[in-house]
């Protein structure tokens, strides 16, 4: 049983900041990767960031960003592997949506249960 709980949406004003964190829990000995997507209203959920971690020991992890928010968003692992933050600056009003924290353990993927970010222009 795995379980991701998300963190730290809300409302923000256009050029604001805010700080979404994430922690699976569970059966996550496998832990392969760990990512943001973001749903809009009538717009399907699409990735906006992901840390994938090394292929074999010592290789550092990667990390990839959607190229509406590269500059401006940045995602982290916390001082353990099962948690990750996204840190969001200079924030528009398109990036209004729930955001949902996704983890990828072995070929299964799980959800959190999503934390609605509303940016006021």
């Known amino acids: 049983q795995v379980q991701v709980v998300e963190s730290g949406g809300g409302l923000v004003q256009a050029g604001g900041s805010l700080r979404l964190s994430c922690a699976a829990s569970?059966?996550?000995?496998?832990?392969?990767?760990m990512g943001w997507y973001r749903q809009a209203p009538g717009e399907t959920r699409e990735l906006v960031a992901v840390?994938?971690?090394?292929?074999?020991?010592?290789?550092?992890?990667?990390?990839n960003y959607a190229e509406s928010v590269k500059g401006r968003f940045t995602i982290s692992r916390g001082t353990t592997k099962n948690t990750v933050y996204l840190q969001m600056n200079s924030l528009k009003s398109e990036d209004t949506a729930v955001y949902y924290c996704?983890?990828?353990?072995?070929?299964?993927?799980?959800w959190g249960q999503g934390t609605l970010v509303t940016v006021s222009s």
């Open positions: 996704n983890a990828r353990i072995s070929i299964m993927e799980y």
């Open positions: 840390i994938t971690r090394g292929g074999s020991t010592g290789d550092p992890d990667s990390i």
């Open positions: 569970g059966s996550i000995f496998s832990l392969n990767a």
